[in-house]
């Protein structure tokens, strides 16, 4: 191990010693002593008491390959961070896409001055992507204040059920499937209109200045192991290696294409553009920022194991559990881990830095001990040396904060919310609250 891993590993532990002292003052978050009871008793194969979290040597993020230390930003920039996106690509996410770029061409099917009661105006967009002769697509739901004086700052967000489902509006179109689609195998075709507005508050959103544009995720890629052909993973069917693009990469693929057109739309703020996710789609936005530097902010909210938590952590879902179920959403080569995280070159802090010196934001919820509250936020804290080295303020609070006590101040802002595993209106709230400070947003 060289020193600075040394410090890193010691630095760890203390804050892990500290935070729990001062979780007995009832300052800091402890998780909640019913719920941990009921999940061990639930499922006694999953660690989830913090005093059985094994040892652990994160990898260090100021570290070149050759064990050469990054002296300054200029190193970060040029040669640290390619290094640690391409291990990312190479053993998580995978390369996306193999062998060429499909083409990308967008069409406004719909702009309408008016919508959800004059609160907005609404645009439907239609993508589609060729290679060869293969064809992908998807839509995207664009809700701007109708007021707006100017650019808007804009949430792009994935959604899980179709763009129908964000709000009750009559006018947002379903995802078009195939004739004779299986509703067992494609969620939007079983979900109703307005479905999953409570993740969306619009209202709120709208009212404090900003638009929402959304994209239902499964139109790029379904959500499914046996589906590697459909999509715009199915562009390059038959190219696939170990390392070929996961699912995330294709739905993260999708948010770049969506933000080519958010670039291109004169209405939209596109240098205040913020990447969001809940959950697999929270991996997703933080592998998006990761990749595609265009977007300002990055939002993780209850992303877990493979987004903003630890691995070597084990605590919750792990790396062997979430490859068991879900094996299309990283790539081949990251099941060689499955047994030894401490073999990966990587861990989510150097996801998190990934997006250094822009602004990031963790979601972690009290109750959703699987997506493990405190491996996303000591993920955050082992982010923060290098949004230090860049000369900007990271993570303000080296212990965890208390429930529903944000950390907004630096440009790696966390928070523990009361509740379960959902994205809720407090969420958005305090989202907003830290990109009108980051995002120096200018409401005269
Ligand atoms: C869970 C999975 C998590 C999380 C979640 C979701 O079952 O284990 O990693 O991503 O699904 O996306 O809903």
């Not at 019913?34 to 499922?43: A, F, I, M, S, T």
């Not at 404090?208 to 239902?216: M, P, S």
Request: hydrophobic fraction near 40%.
């Amino acid at each position: 191990m060289t020193p600075k891993c040394m410090i890193n590993v010691c630095f760890l532990m203390i804050c892990v010693g500290v935070s729990r002292m001062a979780g007995a003052q009832g300052q800091s978050w402890e998780a909640p002593a019913d719920r941990l009871g009921q999940l061990e008793e639930r499922d006694a194969t999953t660690l989830y008491d913090e005093n059985r979290v094994p040892d652990y040597v994160l990898p260090p993020l100021l570290v070149n390959a050759d064990g050469s230390p990054v002296r300054d930003a200029r190193q970060w920039v040029m040669r640290r961070r390619p290094e640690i996106l391409s291990i990312f690509e190479r053993f998580m996410f995978g390369r996306s896409p193999i062998g060429g770029t499909p083409t990308s061409s967008f069409s406004v099917r719909e702009a309408a001055g008016s919508a959800l009661d004059g609160l907005a105006k609404r645009e439907q967009v239609r993508f589609e992507f060729a290679r060869g002769t293969e064809r992908a697509g998807m839509d995207l739901l664009l809700y701007l204040p109708r007021e707006a004086k100017g650019p808007t700052p804009v949430f792009l967000i994935l959604n899980f059920g179709g763009n129908h489902t964000i709000s009750v509006d009559p006018s947002v179109e379903r995802p078009k499937w195939p004739e004779g689609s299986d509703p067992g195998l494609v969620r939007s075709l079983k979900s109703e209109r307005g479905d999953r507005a409570g993740r969306f508050p619009l209202a709120a959103i709208l009212g404090r200045g900003y638009g929402l544009a959304t994209v239902y995720y499964e139109e790029m890629g379904p959500d499914r192991g046996d589906a590697v052909s459909q999509g715009v993973r199915g562009l390059f069917n038959g190219r696939q290696g170990r390392d070929g693009w996961s699912s995330i990469g294709a739905w993260a693929w999708g948010l770049s294409r969506a933000m080519d057109y958010l670039v291109a739309n004169p209405e939209v703020d596109s240098r205040r553009v913020t990447v969001m996710g809940h959950s697999r789609l929270g991996k997703t936005a933080l592998w998006a920022g990761a990749r595609d530097q265009r977007f300002a902010m990055v939002v993780s909210n209850c992303s877990g194991c493979g987004g903003a938590a630890l691995s070597r952590r084990h605590y919750g879902e792990t790396v062997k559990r979430i490859n068991t179920r879900f094996p299309h959403w990283f790539c081949e080569k990251f099941k060689s881990f499955n047994d030894d995280e401490g073999a990966l070159t990587l861990d989510q802090h150097m996801l998190i830095a990934l997006m250094a010196p822009r602004p990031v934001y963790v979601v972690s919820a009290d109750e959703d001990l699987w997506a493990d509250p405190r491996g996303e936020f000591l993920s955050c804290l082992a982010a923060d040396p290098v949004y230090d080295l860049l000369g900007v303020p990271g993570l303000e609070a080296e212990t965890m904060p208390g429930l529903d006590r944000p950390l907004l101040k630096g440009r790696i802002g966390y928070h523990v919310r009361s509740g379960g595993h959902d994205l809720t209106e407090y969420d958005w709230r305090r989202v907003m609250d830290f990109a009108d400070r980051h995002l120096e947003i200018n409401r005269e």
